[in-house]
T-cell receptor
Framework: GAGVSQSPSNKVTEKGKDVELRCDPI?????LYWYRQRLGQGLEFLIY????????KSGLPSDRFSAERTGESVSTLTIQRTQQEDSAVYLC?????????????FGNGTRLTVT | KNEVEQSPQNLTAQEGEFITINCSYS?????LHWLQQHPGGGIVSLFM???GKKKHGRLIATINIQEKHSSLHITASHPRDSAVYIC????????????FGKGTKLSVKP
């Protein structure tokens, strides 16, 4: 079957605009993560969804960032009033169950550039 | 302070060499992942470990829970192994939040 799909693959936006990034996990995967990777830096956790439990939002850097997931399907990451420091690759990953018990599958990411 | 430490940060090897990348962490974990990120940016999961040793092709991953240490070995390295290798852990009691090391950049020369 298909892997984790992210869209758009690239997004250029003006400072102050809102953007919405989409992640389609592998069908049946209960766990879904959003990460951020700034140029030349490591992966930074943003948010984690596990089934119908309340998401772990502890990595969201500010209240301009929010994410939703409907059940075990698509997730959207929204960044409001974008700033230049938001420029990064935003990666989504999913796993069948709790990631302590099953491997992670990553999407190819959305490269966000804020001008 | 990053609680997952990888070494070395950068590694250059000649084709055919045996390579070891190390990962140390500070508290108890429920699982450890080794990931590979190619220059194009795509990330692939190599191994998920909670104990012992796993092997896939030329790659071997080991973990010592008591010593809070894991190693990734590559036998008969090849230029196509050139990538960033990332260690990530899930703390015991965590909801599932992964903590990442900063990665080891491997370059294998022909």
């Amino acid at each position: 079957g298909a892997g984790v799909s992210q869209s758009p693959s690239n997004k250029v936006t003006e400072k102050g605009k809102d953007v919405e990034l989409r992640c389609d996990p592998i069908s049946g995967h209960t766990a879904l993560y959003w990460y951020r990777q700034r140029l030349g830096q490591g992966l930074e956790f943003l948010i984690y969804f596990q089934g119908n439990s309340a998401p772990d939002k502890s990595g969201l850097p500010s209240d301009r960032f929010s994410a939703e997931r409907t059940g075990e399907s698509v997730s959207t990451l929204t960044i409001q009033r974008t700033q230049q420091e938001d420029s990064a690759v935003y990666l989504c990953a999913s796993s069948l169950f709790f990631p302590g018990n099953s491997p992670l599958h990553f999407g190819n990411g959305t490269r966000l550039t804020v001008t | 302070k990053n609680e997952v430490e990888q070494s070395p940060q950068n590694l250059t090897a000649q084709e055919g060499e045996f390579i070891t990348i190390n990962c140390s962490y500070s508290v108890g974990i429920s699982a450890l992942h080794w990931l590979q990120q190619h220059p194009g940016g795509g990330i692939v999961s190599l191994f998920m470990l909670s104990s012992g040793k796993k092997k896939h092709g030329r790659l071997i991953a080991t973990i010592n829970i008591q010593e809070k240490h894991s190693s990734l070995h590559i036998t008969a390295s090849h230029p196509r192994d050139s990538a960033v290798y990332i260690c990530a852990v899930i703390w015991v009691g965590s909801q599932g939040n992964l903590i990442f090391g900063k990665g080891t950049k491997l370059s294998v020369k022909p």
